[in-house]
């Protein structure tokens, strides 16, 4: 099971944005975010915790290992206004965590 | 480039069937396992199951284990999902997409544009 927190936030342009995800228990570096924007799919941001999904924007990292893991966006952009995911690769049946709405002050 | 297209809308009645489509195109079919995920209105993401697209081995969610069958053509690149005996809240976008890898971690890097299943009366 994955939790993530907060659930919505409201930064201005240019903040420094962190998203928390915490598993029930430890999968290693095992873990990818996802961005959804409004009536889109799902677009891989960050894998193997760390890793940057080629063709993302360098705003944006991931770090953590066990059982909690952060993305970070450093400078917030207006078009990063959509709802982050964090999924767990490894055990049936994949999982995901509940979302956390971004939107600009 | 790797691209991911799914068959369009449908609107169908309690105690229907649906079948999603799901064709890929811009790399070897058969080496990337194909997964499907849904996402009801105003909802989070709950995957539904997988298939390995060269053997047709399949793995479900045990919530819809009696209900949904995924299947491929590998002559045609195309992955289906049927969904049986729907309610009101499997009402959803369904989404099918691919394995960022051969093999190993089940990250999902190319994703279909989505599939409204509107189930009601």
């Known amino acids: 099971q994955l939790t993530q927190s907060p659930s919505f936030l409201s930064p201005s342009v240019g903040d420094r944005v962190t998203i928390t995800c915490r598993a029930s228990q430890d999968i290693r570096n095992y873990l990818a975010w996802y961005q959804q924007k409004p009536g889109k799919a799902p677009k891989l941001l960050i894998y193997s915790a760390s890793a940057l999904q080629g063709g993302v924007p360098s705003r944006f990292s991931g770090s953590g290992s066990g059982t909690e893991f952060t993305l970070t966006i450093s400078s917030l952009q207006p078009e990063d206004v959509a709802t982050y995911y964090c999924q767990q690769p490894t055990t049936y049946p994949l999982t995901f965590g509940g979302g956390t709405k971004v939107e600009i002050k | 480039q790797v691209q991911v297209v799914q068959s369009g809308a449908e609107v169908k009645k309690p105690g229907a069937s649906v079948t999603v489509s799901c064709k890929a195109s811009?790399?070897?079919?058969?080496?990337?396992?194909i997964h499907w995920i849904r996402q009801a209105p105003g909802q989070g993401l709950e995957w539904m199951g997988r298939?390995?697209?060269?053997?047709?081995?399949?793995f479900y969610a045990n919530t819809f284990h009696d209900r949904v069958t995924v299947t491929r053509d590998t002559s045609l690149s195309t992955v289906y999902m049927e969904l049986r005996g729907l309610r009101s809240d499997d009402t959803a976008v369904y989404y099918c997409?691919?394995?960022?890898?051969?093999?190993?971690?089940?990250?999902?890097?190319?994703w279909g544009q989505g599939s409204l299943v509107t189930v009601s009366s």
């Open positions: 997409a691919r394995n960022l890898t051969p093999e190993g971690l089940y990250f999902l890097d190319s």
């Open positions: 811009g790399y070897t079919f058969t080496d990337y396992y």
């Open positions: 298939i390995n697209p060269k053997s047709g081995n399949t």
